[in-house]
């Protein structure tokens, strides 16, 4: 699966509302990867004027699960069993959206391995995480 309006659509389908809220918009995917545009909206900013860890973090864990459909052609339940992120640099309050990318770097029998990275406006590196999921 990495028609880009199949994969769109499922983020309405399969996420909670409140995930459904972070507009994800996604640009591009190819097997194992997706290409996601997550808007800098003011219910995501902090009061220190930069998107906070929790969005960042929310965008990278539904990023991780599109990209892992687009191998297995479609959603088949899976659970976040480990995300490590590590905040690099900030994401200013009035940046237009951040970039999330998600890579699938192994899949076994029951556990997915990825990693994923969020960029700036300017394209420069602001978070990267690594996950693990668990197929159920």
């Known amino acids: 699966m990495t028609d880009v309006h199949a994969l769109q659509r499922a983020i309405s389908e399969i996420f909670a509302p409140w995930v459904q809220r972070l507009n994800l918009r996604v640009l591009a995917a190819q097997p194992g990867e997706i290409e996601l545009a997550l808007p800098v909206g003011a219910e995501h900013v ?46 200013a309050a009035g940046t237009d959206y951040a970039k999330v990318v998600a890579r699938v770097l192994r899949r076994g029998r029951n556990l997915v391995f990825g990693e994923i990275e969020v960029s700036d406006a300017t394209g420069k590196l602001a978070a990267h995480a690594t996950t693990t999921y668990a197929l159920l």
């Open 46 to 91: 902090h009061a220190g004027g930069v998107m906070c860890g929790q969005t960042l973090m929310s965008a990278a864990d539904t990023a991780m699960v599109l990209a892992i459909m687009t191998q297995l052609g479609e959603f088949k339940p899976m659970t976040t069993v480990q995300l490590q992120t590590s905040f690099l640099r900030p994401i």
